[in-house]
């Protein structure tokens, strides 16, 4: 059940402690793809997994906006602090718990959020009355001979599958052609670039011309069968002691 979607009396009614948190953020994904990338995947991931899950669960909002200072060059690129990040994904799962969704799976699609995410989630398991852990979808599935980049091949295969219309065709070669190889500049193990144009003029790493709709199917279906797995074994799990 998607709460946005919901009254208040539905959302009485449905009788489970399991809630689904998508958080992605809102920030360039090359000239070919759109700002919310990330968030449209969580979402799309997220409504897949309870879809399959053989139990009820609710899916709150996403949160749109994620730790993405790295790509403030960018026009249309929002961020927040990570204390921030974390202060609102804390009290939102404080707000499902008290209505008695004290379980929370948050099912990321940012790389910039996954440090702040396990933090908090232990914070949260340790000294709040809920229970929460971080899923990111790119980490859990097997992306086979294509690589995770940025706007490369693995997030705009996903979206060709989920909102294809929203996919700007015509600069995909340009994409591909200014794209870097790898994220970063890397010396004795140090990546020396804070921002992404220091190393990616057009914002992509990888080439996603290589993406297409099968491909998404493909880790979309994977994505979703982790999540069901997980959401299985939280459902099941002792809580820690607070």
Sequence with gaps: MRLAESTWAQAEAIETDLAILPVGST??????APLGTDAIIAEAVADAGVEAYPGDAVVAPPITVGVSEEHRAFPGSLWVSEDT????????VASLAHHGWDRVVIVNGHGGNVNPLREVCAR??????????PFTWFEAVDPGDISMGHAGPMETSVLEEV??????EEKMETAREEAAERWGEWTGGVNLAYDVEEFAPNGVVGDPTVADAERGEKLLRSARDELVTLLEDVAERDRPKA
Excluded: K, M, N
């Excluded at 920030?27 to 070919?32: F, L, S, T, V, Y």
């Excluded at 990040?85 to 939102?92: I, S, W």
């Design 163 to 168: 909102a294809p219309d929203l996919i700007d």
């Design 27 to 32: 920030e360039q994904h090359g000239p070919h």
């Design 85 to 92: 990040f974390r202060a609102t994904v804390r009290e939102t």
């Design 124 to 133: 949260i398991s340790r000294h709040d009355d809920a229970y929460a852990v």
